[in-house]
T-cell receptor, first 111, second 116 residues
Framework: QKEVEQNSGPLSVPEGAIASLNCTYS??????FFWYRQYSGKSPELIMF????GDKEDGRFTAQLNKASQYVSLLIRDSQPSDSATYLC???????????FGGGTRVLVKP | KAGVTQTPRYLIKTRGQQVTLSCSPI?????VSWYQQTPGQGLQFLFE???????NKGNFPGRFSGRQFSNSRSEMNVSTLELGDSALYLC???????????????FGNGTRLTVT
């Protein structure tokens, strides 16, 4: 089992719709969770991070964390073609001091 | 505020050669981490430096090494290059060591290394 798992996609979403991305992690004691966006040929860009159970909203993005079920999700509301990218979930384990990334989910927003 | 700066952006090397990559963190950031990204393996952690000390190291052979200077700038060196070392090498900086509250990593544009 991979430490951080994501569906590779592509996740195809019509413009204006909500894109829902999921990420599961294996270490129950993980404490910090991050979402990065990576455009093709570019470096990862931090979207948001979440530490506590529940929802955290930032503009059109909402991160949801459920530590009991060991998953973190990202919702993109009013999806735009410019949101087409690969979204990377990253986790810091309880006893670790490194960021472990999932394989990423490719999102395609179609006009 | 300037972002994380990596040089060079592109490198082409031959098997057996060595290479040094450079990273200047965001001003005020004292932690620098290095990652390797390939299509097959995704983002893999190489090592992290904080205050000139290596805090953590990933599962890479000893050919991969790094260091950090007193101004927080960091270099990564790969010796005896192999074809499989072809990848995008990403540097990321943060205010505090990875795992510290409210101190996420910010990535540079990367150095794309091609080994022929």
């Amino acid at each position: 089992q991979k430490e951080v798992e994501q569906n590779s996609g592509p996740l195809s979403v019509p413009e204006g719709a909500i894109a829902s991305l999921n990420c599961t992690y294996s270490d129950r004691g993980s404490q910090s969770f991050f979402w990065y966006r990576q455009y093709s040929g570019k470096s990862p860009e931090l979207i948001m991070f979440i530490y506590s159970n529940g929802d955290k909203e930032d503009g059109r993005f909402t991160a949801q964390l459920n530590k009991a079920s060991q998953y973190v999700s990202l919702l993109i509301r009013d999806s735009q073609p410019s949101d087409s990218a690969t979204y990377l979930c990253a986790v810091i384990k309880a006893a670790g001091n490194k960021l472990t990334f999932g394989g990423g989910t490719r999102v395609l927003v179609k006009p | 505020k300037a972002g994380v700066t990596q040089t060079p952006r592109y490198l082409i090397k031959t098997r057996g050669q060595q290479v040094t990559l450079s990273c200047s963190p965001i001003s005020g950031h004292r932690s620098v981490s290095w990652y390797q990204q390939t299509p097959g393996q995704g983002l893999q952690f190489l090592f992290e430096y904080f205050s000139e000390t290596q805090r953590n190291k990933g599962n890479f052979p000893g050919r991969f090494s790094g260091r950090q200077f007193s101004n927080s700038r960091s270099e990564m060196n790969v010796s005896t290059l192999e074809l499989g070392d072809s990848a995008l090498y990403l540097c990321a900086s943060s205010l505090a060591p990875t795992g510290s509250y409210n101190s996420p990593l910010h990535f540079g544009n990367g150095t794309r290394l091609t080994v022929t």
